[in-house]
Nanobody, 120 residues
Framework: QVQLVESGGGLVQPGGSLRLSCTAS????????MDWYRQAPGKERELVAS???????NYADSVKDRFIIARDNAKNTVYLQMNSLKPEDTAVYYC??????????????WGQGTQVTVSS
């Protein structure tokens, strides 16, 4: 069993910053990609940023140059530094990790989500 626990969400004013964290625990042999998604009310869940276990990153166009994804492989943790936040960044943010436990396959696991609200 693998669990992902997120933290760091909250209310912030436009132009402000927040840092999200997500730590994976449980039966973990290795972790491939770690991703951040978000889902705003009435919208589909969308990929915000992803990072490979080698550190290669990818971002949605809407957050490029504002958000930074990073990971600490020793701690099984992924971070999302969010700067210059806009009201349209308001959403529930979810982390996802592709984890290999005892067998050869990587399976996707999701965190419970953390609310980010950008408002004055």
């Amino acid at each position: 069993q693998v669990q992902l626990v997120e933290s760091g969400g909250g209310l912030v004013q436009p132009g402000g910053s927040l840092r999200l964290s997500c730590t994976a625990s449980g039966s973990i042999s290795s972790i491939a990609n770690m991703d951040w998604y978000r889902q705003a009310p009435g919208k589909e869940r969308e990929l915000v940023a992803s990072i490979t276990n080698g550190g290669s990153t990818n971002y949605a166009d809407s957050v490029k140059d504002r958000f930074i994804i990073a990971r600490d492989n020793a701690k099984n943790t992924v971070y999302l530094q969010m700067n210059s936040l806009k009201p349209e960044d308001t959403a529930v943010y979810y982390c996802k990790a592709n984890v290999r436990s005892a067998g050869p396959r990587y399976l996707p696991y999701w965190g419970q989500g953390t609310q980010v609200t950008v408002s004055s």
